[in-house]
């Protein structure tokens, strides 16, 4: 897990703080974060394309 501390630039020159653990919990609630930032960016698309497309996108399951 990595966290951006905001610097910008050049990708390769961008720094984190990161962690490597085994400890199943902290592994969990990142996965679930991520996945839950996953699903909501890719809903604000589909609502966004249905509206440029007049309500005629819907999600794919």
């Given at each position: 897990?990595?966290?951006d501390?905001?610097?910008t630039g050049v990708d390769a020159d961008r720094?984190?703080?990161f962690v490597v653990s085994y400890?199943?919990?902290m592994?969990?609630?990142a996965a679930h974060s991520?996945?839950?930032r996953l699903t909501?960016?890719?809903q604000r698309r589909i609502t966004h394309l249905g509206k440029h497309f007049g309500g005629c996108v819907a999600p794919l399951r």
């Open positions: 897990m990595a966290r501390l905001g610097d720094e984190f703080e400890d199943r919990n592994v969990t609630a991520l996945v839950g909501a960016n890719r």
